[in-house]
């Protein structure tokens, strides 16, 4: 049986640009995501330059390979948040969001290392729709003390837009996967369907923008 190949990466990631720089460049998608708003409803929905953790001191790959070590010297305080115990169910420290059902599955078996989690950590939870109804994430994430939910946008905006499954009052950091393209050489927010989704029911749901422009929640590009 062949071997998969080597996903492609972008080499001049926008991940690797500052704070300000990515509040830019995610705004000029917002605005694509939002088109009917007017300029003052979706300036309401620019994420500040603040909000954005600041990792260009970062110089190695934004590959799958690398993301444990990524976030332990680029994320520190994500680092030590993810081997806490969890203190409640379906109440993440980290929600990673992945453009389709198979990054998802490979994130999140790269991402359940004990170098993450320690011996307390949560669970890492994997959340796409492919082979999975809404409603057995929802049964899943009630019981299940979950450290880190790895989910495409589309799920994970149903779960955090449509249930009470997926609590926001723990989230401190959402990392974008946005360095890896598919096989069509798109990343996570060049496909205009997991675009609006990022940003209408993930970063778009009221609690976790709020969050953001409070400083409670800190977005990662990775």
Not at 143 to 172: F, M, N, Y
């Amino acid at each position: 049986m062949a071997e998969n190949p080597l996903p492609v990466v972008l080499i001049d990631s926008i991940a690797g640009h500052s704070p300000s720089e990515i509040s830019d460049y995610l705004f000029t998608l917002q605005q694509k995501a939002f088109p009917n708003l007017t300029a003052i409803e979706i300036e309401d929905q620019r994420i500040p330059a603040a909000a954005i953790v600041d990792t260009t001191a970062w110089t190695g790959p934004r590959t799958l390979d690398q993301v444990v070590d990524f976030i332990m010297k680029s994320v520190p305080s994500l680092h030590t948040r993810l081997g806490q115990r969890s203190k409640a169910n379906g109440s993440p420290t980290l929600i990673f969001v992945a453009g389709a059902a198979l990054r998802v599955a490979d994130v999140t078996r790269v991402l359940k290392t004990p170098k993450l989690r320690g011996e307390k950590g949560g669970e890492v939870a994997k959340l796409f729709a492919k082979h999975f109804k809404l409603a057995e994430h929802v049964t899943y994430l009630k019981r299940t003390r979950v450290g880190t939910a790895v989910g495409t946008p589309g799920r994970l905006g149903k779960l955090l837009c449509e249930t009470d499954a997926l609590a926001v009052s723990q989230i401190s950091h959402i990392m974008l996967d946005i360095t890896f393209r598919d096989a069509k050489e798109r990343n996570l927010l060049d496909i205009p369907e997991t675009r609006n989704e990022v940003f209408q029911t993930v970063l778009g749901c009221p609690q976790v923008l709020r969050e953001l422009k409070a400083g409670k929640i800190q977005l990662v590009l990775f």
